[in-house]
């Protein structure tokens, strides 16, 4: 069993949701990285999305497109994100899944980046942007390399999508809230529900929501619906917000622990 896998068994197990939390590897620095894990766990994070910097994030709103040009600009590659993942591993088990976009993984090679994300420490990736009809190319390698895989539902996605969808992840399923890009919403989606309920219907896979999820209220009653709450966005603004100051890892923290304390109440 995946860390990834064992991680929700054991949160199912105990009736807790899993709090996924989202941030873009290298923003601010990359030596700085493996230091706001660390708070963000010891605030209540269960699962860490390390975010691969790139150059057209065609899926993320404002806020993470930002955090991606400044990871670039701070010189972040995917062979510096799995030295942070390294770094990372080196203190602590969380979960450590890389969320990226296609290109950079394909020009990297997909069976370069499984060994090298195995070695690191990473247990699975996510792609933003394959075509699921087209993953077997990169879920092969990853798959043979003990890495899970997780692709995206949404609440478009016709129910034979939805069926690959199942089919290719492991780990878990990350259910898209609405459509549109990444972003902080006042409100939870009238579609979670539904898309939920769907899927259940499809996969034994256990599900994580995320997309537009950013206060406490909101992670808790996403937690009453799925096994997983994603939260990317208001962390990422965190980084925006104190990325210079000595405060960032405590904002972090802070943070993690009041969503953590949403999903319980």
Not at 91 to 111: A, T
Not at 185 to 196: D, E, F, N, T, Y
């Amino acid at each position: 069993m995946s860390r990834i896998a064992e991680l929700f068994a054991t949160k199912k197990a105990a009736g807790q949701s899993v709090l996924v939390g989202y941030i873009t590897a290298g923003d601010p620095t990359p030596e700085r990285t493996p230091g706001m894990v660390a708070a963000m766990e010891r605030g209540g994070v269960d699962l860490i999305e390390l975010g691969v910097p790139f150059s057209d994030p065609i899926a993320d709103g404002p806020v993470i497109m930002k955090a991606s040009e400044r990871a670039l600009a701070a010189g972040t590659t995917l062979r510096k994100v799995l030295e942070i993942a390294r770094a990372i591993r080196a203190h602590s088990d969380i979960p450590i899944l890389l969320f990226s976009y296609l290109n950079p993984l394909m020009r990297y090679g997909f069976e370069k980046l499984a060994a090298e994300a195995k070695a690191a420490g990473v247990d699975g990736c996510l792609l933003t942007d394959v075509s699921v009809e087209e993953a077997a190319e990169f879920v092969a390698p990853m798959r043979a390399a003990g890495l899970d895989t997780v692709f995206l539902a949404a609440p478009t996605s016709p129910e034979e999508r939805l069926r690959l969808v199942a089919e290719h992840s492991s780990g878990f399923v990350y259910l898209v809230s609405r459509t549109g890009v990444t972003g902080e919403q006042a409100r939870l989606s009238a579609s979670v529900g539904p898309l939920v309920e769907q899927l259940r219907g499809l996969t034994k896979l256990p599900l994580a929501v995320g997309f537009g999820i950013s206060k406490p209220e909101q992670a808790g009653e996403t937690a009453k619906l799925a096994d997983g709450v994603v939260v990317g966005s208001a962390f990422v603004r965190l980084v925006e917000a104190h990325g210079q100051g000595p405060e960032l890892e405590a904002k972090l923290e802070q943070f993690s622990r009041e969503l953590k304390a949403g999903m319980v109440s």
